[in-house]
């Protein structure tokens, strides 16, 4: 399995980024309205809905309620009037009003059209959007069953798109080895395998009530521990038998039975999942970290300013962004001297800077003259140079490292580039 195009990756990005704004609305009473449409419902249908909730509304006790919610009925019909009928996917409406402070509000409206096809029509007006069908498509669509096991210990999970999930652990209380001869011999070994039968099965049980509700959706599972005992329990055929067909060949040895064993257990299962996008993201930033910690000028850049610098000379070969960056690439401008500037900010740092003074005449008349998303930008910019760009998911491990200790956007480079061409010394963050 391949990774996502760069276009497939930016739309995935631009969708969550959407629904994180779409989730900080907050409602000073039930007046934000969520609404969806699946592709089989007919708009005269849901019009006739709106116009039933529209006449209901009328009984909300509080005035400033009912103005508000029947404000954002009526805003939410002349919406859905604009589709003769609904998208391939259908279509999601949030519309209402979202406290601002000081006991105001403003009203707001995003129209979704969602990856993946809505399979009910849904109505909710409530102090918060109601986004949960939407947030299930944000997760990577590959999920890995993961068991590791050995006669005292087992721990299942899921690997789901880039994060390793530990579910449960259990413990065996399978008898040790002991000293004793004779007829003792014999009997002690009938219980230690009978005790160890029994803790077979019920890992079996186990599993099967965590995988079979998603054995439609289970690539395969990965089954690892020290010793023999995997081979056995899988010989033996103690899962179920859907289960048992999803095994992935081979099994693997793994040192741990435990949370740490699942995370070894991804790491000897590399070259089986190869190209997927966890393994992909390891492989990209052991070569990154592998480049920044070289003495000599290394294969690669981090940092907004070092990383726009590599991009300007064409040298940037693989571009590596944070999914959890949420800046913007804002360019102000000064009335007073007509002087430009550029800066890469949060949302709530933008206001601030309109409010302060000009950087070169020091007069509080700044004004925003453009805005662009800083990762549609970056995606825009390596396009032009003939990079690859790649998103890096923030839950896991390596992600961490790049959005924490690298500023959350790095580069591997085609060739080295000389001093002067760097903002500060080359090496690792301190």
Not at 235 to 249: D, M, N
Request: charged fraction near 25%; charge should be neutral; hydrophobic fraction near 40%.
């Amino acid at each position: 399995m391949s990774a996502p195009a760069p276009d497939v990756q930016l739309a995935r990005y631009v969708f969550r980024r959407k629904l994180d704004e779409i989730a900080q609305s907050r409602g000073r009473a039930t007046e934000l309205i969520s609404l969806y449409v699946s592709p089989t419902r007919q708009i005269p249908d849901v019009l006739s809905y709106l116009r039933n909730e529209y006449a209901q509304s009328s009984n909300i006790k509080s005035r400033t309620t009912r103005k508000n919610v029947m404000w954002a009925i009526d805003s939410l019909m002349n919406r859905v009037r604009a589709y003769k009928a609904p998208p391939p996917n259908g279509v999601a409406f949030f519309v209402g009003n979202k406290a601002v402070g000081a006991d105001k509000s403003e009203p707001v409206t995003y129209i979704l059209e969602p990856p993946e096809p809505l399979n009910t029509f849904l109505y909710r007006c409530d102090s918060t959007f109601y986004l949960d069908p939407l947030l299930s498509m944000v997760h990577e669509p590959d999920l890995w069953g993961l068991l590791v096991m050995d006669r005292a210990e087992m721990t299942i999970g899921f690997l789901r798109g880039k994060r390793t999930e530990a579910l449960r652990n259990k413990q065996s209380m399978v008898p040790s080895k002991h000293g004793r001869g004779g007829q003792s011999a014999h009997r002690f070994e009938r219980l230690i395998e009978h005790a160890a039968h029994d803790f077979f099965v019920r890992t079996a049980e186990i599993a099967a009530e965590l995988f079979l509700p998603k054995k439609d959706q289970l690539k395969g599972i990965l089954l690892g521990g020290p010793g023999a005992t995997k081979e056995f329990f899988y010989h033996e055929a103690y899962l179920h038998y859907e289960l048992q067909q999803k095994v992935v060949q081979p099994l693997f040895d793994v040192g741990y039975t435990d949370e740490y064993g699942l995370k070894e257990l991804v790491e000897k299962a590399s070259q089986t999942l190869h190209g997927l996008e966890l393994t992909e993201e390891k492989r990209l930033m052991r070569r990154l970290m592998a480049e920044v910690r070289r003495a000599e000028a290394g294969l690669a850049a981090y940092g907004e300013a070092d990383v726009a610098r590599a991009l300007e000379l064409n040298s940037v070969d693989t571009l590596l962004i944070s999914e959890a960056l949420r800046r913007q690439r804002v360019t102000f401008r000064c009335t007073a001297c007509a002087q430009e500037f550029v800066r890469t900010v949060s949302d709530a740092e933008i206001d601030p800077i309109l409010d302060g003074p000009c950087p070169s005449c020091g007069q509080r008349q700044v004004t925003e003259v453009a805005r662009e998303d800083y990762v549609e930008g970056l995606f825009r910019r390596a396009a032009e140079s003939g990079a690859t760009a790649r998103l890096v998911s923030g839950e896991s491990e390596e992600g961490e490292i790049l959005s924490k200790g690298l500023g959350g956007i790095a580069a591997l480079l085609r060739y080295p580039l000389p001093r002067t061409a760097w903002t500060r010394p080359a090496g690792p963050p301190g």
